[in-house]
């Protein structure tokens, strides 16, 4: 049997592309200073689901918007010193919350609600809705919390929805 004489030539042309490809994605995300990647959904499955079940309940009556940063619900008082206002301004600016309900016609904000998966059962993350509970509620923010499920029954939905918002 004789051995192919091209495959070495073969197997170091395979390796010298795949090493090129590697330094180009390297050194390019080095060059332009930005090493983001695109992300493939919006919305998880379960966040989709609900967001279906909730448009289809709520109407045109209110509209939602998904994953809200937390700042441009709720501010910070006018009053405080400007050491104060900054510090509480950055431990809302970087939170979001899974859905914010609205007025479609003015955008008043009606309520927040937040869907609960099997994450928030940690410790760290029970802190962070703590604090997101607290945050909404000194703000005057109705919100209300949903365990996050495969299928979501719409009058089910809706009652949690109308204790919250008053009618949907």
């Not at 499955?45 to 967001?51: C, I, K, Q």
């Not at 937390?70 to 501010?75: H, N, Q, V």
């Not at 003015?106 to 609960?116: A, K």
């Not at 949903?146 to 008053?166: C, D, H, T």
């Amino acid at each position: 049997m004789s051995q192919n004489p091209f495959l070495p030539l073969v197997v170091l042309l395979i390796a010298m592309i795949v090493i090129g490809a590697i330094v180009r994605l390297f050194t390019a995300s080095r060059r332009s200073g930005f090493i983001y990647n695109r992300m493939e959904r919006l919305f998880s499955p379960a966040e989709r689901s609900f967001l279906g079940v909730l448009e289809q309940i709520l109407g045109t009556q209110y509209r939602v918007f998904g994953k809200v940063r937390l700042a441009d619900i709720i501010g910070t008082p006018k009053g405080l010193s400007n050491s104060a206002r900054a510090g509480a301004f950055n431990r809302i600016c970087s939170r979001h919350v899974d859905f914010a309900v609205s007025d479609p016609r003015t955008f008043e904000i009606i309520g927040v609600i937040e869907l609960d998966d099997s994450s928030h059962g940690k410790q760290s993350r029970r802190n962070s809705d703590r604090f997101l509970d607290e945050a909404l509620t000194a703000a005057g923010v109705p919100f209300v919390r949903i365990v996050a499920q495969r299928g979501y029954a719409p009058a089910e939905i809706r009652e949690k929805v109308s204790a919250l918002f008053g009618k949907a």
